[in-house]
């Protein structure tokens, strides 16, 4: 803020102070909450853009910010966006039918959603909790994204072969499917995990060389879906990459 | 919108049609705006993003938005944080001194904002016109972006080598010189243009390329600064890229 912009601001609340300190107080909320919104904003594209990137948690000012996007009509109306981008490329590719024609799709905050679970934990404010994350992925609840299911069930019936490559641990493959299937997801080809040997590994790394391993079995990377760039980025790479929305949580 | 929603709009139509004509208009123009002001906030960001790609002109029903956008607080918001971002991460870096660490910067709407010809021209909503983009760069009247030129002067002080490269063609190069001294940028070590030659390639191959000789020439491209990915996909890419915001246009 510029400190034009502050001599006005101070001279719009003394004209506000002479009326009552109780109109005073208000206005001084909302001037300090429109401009967290236009600040998270900002940072929410940062974080979208991969121009923040290794951030740990939502900036303070940002909790309710973030609450409401994940919880309002913001963060489904950005999702069904991204799946109209998806199904208007998927539209526009020749399948050949060889059964080698693949999208990848990551699981978490790409097919399934965990808002119940980020809910009742500070929506991305706290530092990731791997205990208690980790039982919620045991207990197999997690909601399909709308549209992601509207994306994955087009490309089925269009002969795409579906590859699911998740950060999750091989250890988790049969909550994984349970949940999977409970959400509605069902058909792919293929469900890629982490071995213990994979751990430690940057996600871009291992999500890059399970990418390596499918292109050495033949199959063409047509589109990747992922809600982290470490989905998307390092090599090779997918035709084309499709970034969903979400500001609650980074991975590397 | 779902069926069920679609009912509740109108059953809120209906209670509001029972008070007057005038006031029915009013909500439904109300509404349609809301709706359009959550759509077009999910189509920029599936432009910032790299999900939409190849796109033409603005959607018409996001001209408003887009307008707004650009000649309100939120574009210079959003350039605000894409240079802290980028600060955070030249702070973060030991430069060696030995002439080698290049930072490397796109030129319009990323250093200069061709905003005030954008807005006698549509803000995007138009076709690119590149007779009379032409004579607007011949002008050599583009503003600096200012977090831009914050940036860029923070990074000279630090010892990074600034390259400006940029789509323009080399027949541009003295306007392009007089517009950036006169906005404020200076002592760059290196501006490199389009040569005819390189006409008709994609920008990202044209950008690549240069990068590419860059490196064999010694540098090490630590970063770069741009509001196209075409700016700073393709290969060899910067240690950290950095996309500046633009719902205006799109270059391949």
Redesign the interface.
Known sequence: MGPFRFLLLFFFLGVVAAESPQTLLRTMTQVAAASDD??C???R??V??????FWRTVPFRCREFVQEYMSG??YA??T???VD??LAFARSVQIANDGNDAWIFDVDETLLSNVPYYAINGFGTKVFNETSFNEWVDEARAPALAASLRLYEELLVSGFQIILLTGRNEAQRKVTMENLSHAGYHSWRSLIFRFDSDMGKPAVVFKSERRAGLEAQGFRILASSGDQWSDLLGFPMAQ????H?NPVYYID
């Open positions: 236009l600040y904003d900002s940072w594209l940062s979208e853009t991969n121009n923040a990137r009509a913001r109306s950005d069904d966006v991204v981008e998806s084309r990459s499709f970034k929305p």
